[in-house]
């Protein structure tokens, strides 16, 4: 069974500071998906991630993917207030069962000044 | 504009009465999906649809049923609401397999069953 984790769950940073979010998943991946979903808002798509060693980059967010590991990062650069909100990953796997997709259970994120 | 449409975006009902949430989407896409996001546990899909006449259970499908007999509409159904279908519900919609970039989600329905 396809699962995704991410953490932290919860995170607060400081304006200006670096930081990263993890996601794992448990088998193999087709491709790995990154969104963004700000409070009482719906998701907006932010990366698609297709092989290994694939690394996107758009502004101060920058996800890159390891197959082999089964990891994912999404890495955060001089954070601003207006990047808090919650973060998905979502693993799709053709093997496990086509068509699927599966998130993560996302990680808040809440920058402060 | 290229969007999916949920109705409505805010429901109150009672317990056993049935309703159904409309999606729809105008960029002729293949794979419709439905999700509910309740606090602690993400995202979790509830059945989708490959095509016309074609769906599927996802990982939550009981109290849900769906119908896919155009492309663009994908209506979910609770034929007896409980409690514990209390939730946001989103639609979703997507090329299909390996063509498939990332899903385009609906606004969001937030559903109470008292």
């Known amino acids: 069974e396809l699962k995704v984790e991410q953490n932290p769950l919860f995170l607060s940073m400081q304006e200006g500071k670096n930081y990263t979010i993890y996601c794992n998943y448990s088998?193999?991946?087709?491709?790995l998906y990154w969104y963004r979903q700000d409070p009482g808002k719906s998701l907006e798509s932010l990366f698609v991630?297709?092989?290994?060693?694939a690394v996107k980059q758009e502004g101060r967010l920058m996800a890159s993917l390891d197959t082999k590991a089964r990891l994912s990062t999404l890495h955060i650069t001089a954070a601003v207030h207006d990047l808090s909100a919650t973060y998905f990953c979502?693993?799709?796997?053709?093997?496990?069962?086509?068509?699927?997709?599966?998130f993560g259970p996302g990680t808040s994120l809440s920058v402060i000044p | 504009e290229a969007q999916v449409t949920q109705n409505p975006r805010y429901l109150i009902t009672v317990t056993g009465k049935k309703l159904t949430v409309t999606c729809s989407q105008n960029?002729?896409?293949?794979?419709m999906s439905w999700y509910r996001q309740d606090p602690g546990l993400g995202l979790r899909q509830i059945y989708y649809?490959?095509?016309?006449?074609?769906?599927d259970k996802g990982d939550v499908p009981e109290g849900y049923k769906v119908s896919r007999k155009e492309k663009r509409n994908f209506p979910l159904i609770l034929e007896s609401p409980s409690p514990n279908q209390t939730s946001l519900y989103f639609c979703a919609s997507s090329l299909k397999g390996i063509t498939r970039v990332g899903y385009t989600f609906g606004s969001g329905t937030r559903l109470t069953v008292v």
């Open positions: 979502a693993v799709e796997s053709m093997k496990t069962s086509y068509d699927k997709v599966i």
């Open positions: 088998t193999t991946s087709d491709r």
């Open positions: 649809s490959m095509n016309v006449e074609v769906t």
């Open positions: 960029m002729n896409h293949e794979y």
């Open positions: 991630l297709l092989s290994n060693g």
